[in-house]
């Protein structure tokens, strides 16, 4: 053990049973009483630990796990630990300080690189961002791939991870499974613009898309508004009756089959479209007034699934001006008629920072505009790394 030495106080009855001295790479089961050559006092608080040692080590407990900052661990979440250490309602508030830290101009966030691989008709595509935080910097870049071959194999279109560094030394601290942060990050997101925007007597909710990032927007909604009717709608039945059939359990709405867009959308007080649409994907004559749309799947200038004319009636708040200029297909092409001007969409985070004002009359139509931005990868998985070193989820591996 050399120099090594460990301090530590136990829970409950200060005591401790065993536990795993990992040194340079062995693994050593010290049964109690503990070896001579290491100092144990139960007089500090729960946790506690300092060491002398220059190579890193770990002290695994049932209870807990220990390592000194020179151990060179990397912690893997996998999809499901992803979800565990994202819970929605804290998601979005979490989502809340990262669209303040955007608008403000806090956070460094480079619009996404893109890889085209065109022999796969597919991409990739790139999301590094830096947001500094009162709870601490976050450091991350997300990595996402879209293989349009990859349907017909019986594979997943998407794959995601996201790498977080710490933003301090620069070390590699964590790797999560990036498809289900995506979709509860980007659901959050819109949750957050839901809080703010939606009528606070909203009771029923259209879902146009029966995918994942459907589902999650479901979620979102519900946490932050008493829904009690939500109507499901995407083109093939079986989808919406799956959806239906996974996620009752879940919310406390009752979840109901529409047969067309139409009829979900016109009895709507909040609608969500998570599609990946080029054309809109319901008549604007179907909002009704005091409606507030969120629209989340688009993430192209191709891709329409929001009514332009949508649009150019109702309040719209963006996730990133510059993202939106970029990507968003509906805006850009109500500003190219005309019906708009980007100066005159704030960013939700504005409004959230009660720098813009938000709806303004129960009868006003809001619009969320999200392609999605890097600041919700780095926010979002900065406080799942909180949430499950609390929790003890993941793995950790030598790097």
């Known amino acids: 053990m050399g120099d090594c030495f460990a301090a530590i106080a136990a829970r409950n009855d200060n005591r401790v049973k065993s536990f795993l001295i990992r040194n340079s790479g062995y693994p050593y089961p010290y049964p109690y009483p503990y070896p001579r050559s290491l100092s144990f006092d139960y007089r500090l ?49 979490a989502m809340k300080r990262a669209y303040i830290a955007l608008s403000r101009g806090q956070a460094t966030v480079p619009l996404r690189a893109r890889l085209e691989v065109p022999a796969r008709q597919a991409v990739a595509l790139f999301m590094p961002a830096y947001v500094p935080g009162e709870a601490g910097d976050a450091l991350a870049v997300k990595v996402v791939t879209l293989f349009s071959q990859n ?26 499974e990036g498809g289900t942060l995506t979709a509860i990050r980007t659901a959050a ?21 029966a995918g994942v990032q459907a ?43 529409a047969d067309s867009p139409a009829q979900a959308v016109s009895q709507a007080d909040v609608v969500c479209a998570a599609t990946t649409s080029t054309t809109p994907v319901f008549d604007d004559a179907d909002i009704q007034p005091g409606t507030h749309v969120n629209g989340v799947g688009s993430y192209t200038p191709q891709m329409i699934e929001i009514p332009p004319e949508t649009a150019a009636r109702a309040l719209v708040a963006l996730d990133s001006r510059a993202a939106c200029q970029a990507e968003a297909g509906e805006l850009i092409q109500a500003v190219e008629r005309g019906w708009l001007q980007w100066d005159e969409m704030p960013e939700i985070g504005e409004i959230l920072a009660g720098e813009q004002p ?35 989820l993941g793995q950790r591996v030598d790097w």
Not at 73 to 78: E, R, S
Not at 195 to 208: C, M, T, Y
Not at 366 to 388: E, I, R, Y
Request: glycine share 6%.
């Open 45 to 93: 608080t729960p946790f506690a630990f300092r060491s002398g040692c220059h190579s890193p080590f770990t002290i695994h407990h049932s209870q807990f796990t220990i390592h000194n900052s020179h151990s060179p661990l990397m912690l893997i979440l996998n999809a499901s630990e992803v979800r565990r250490a994202l819970p929605m309602r804290e998601a979005i508030e």
């Open 151 to 176: 349907i017909p194999k019986g594979l997943p279109l998407i794959h995601a991870a996201v790498l977080v560094m710490d933003a301090e030394s620069g070390q590699m601290r964590a790797l999560l």
């Open 189 to 209: 997101g819109a949750g957050a613009a839901t809080d703010q925007l939606a009528r606070a007597d909203s009771r029923v909710a259209a879902i146009l898309g």
């Open 215 to 257: 589902r999650t927007q479901l979620e979102a909604v519900c946490a932050v508004r008493p829904i009690q009717t939500a109507w499901v709608y995407a083109p093939t039945r079986a989808h919406v009756e799956a959806f239906i059939r996974e996620m009752s359990p879940r919310v406390q709405a009752e979840l109901r089959p």
């Open 358 to 392: 938000g709806r303004t009359s129960p009868e006003q139509i809001t619009f969320f505009k999200s392609v999605g931005v890097a600041v919700q990868d780095a926010v979002a998985a900065q406080f799942a790394l909180t949430n499950a070193e609390k929790l003890g």
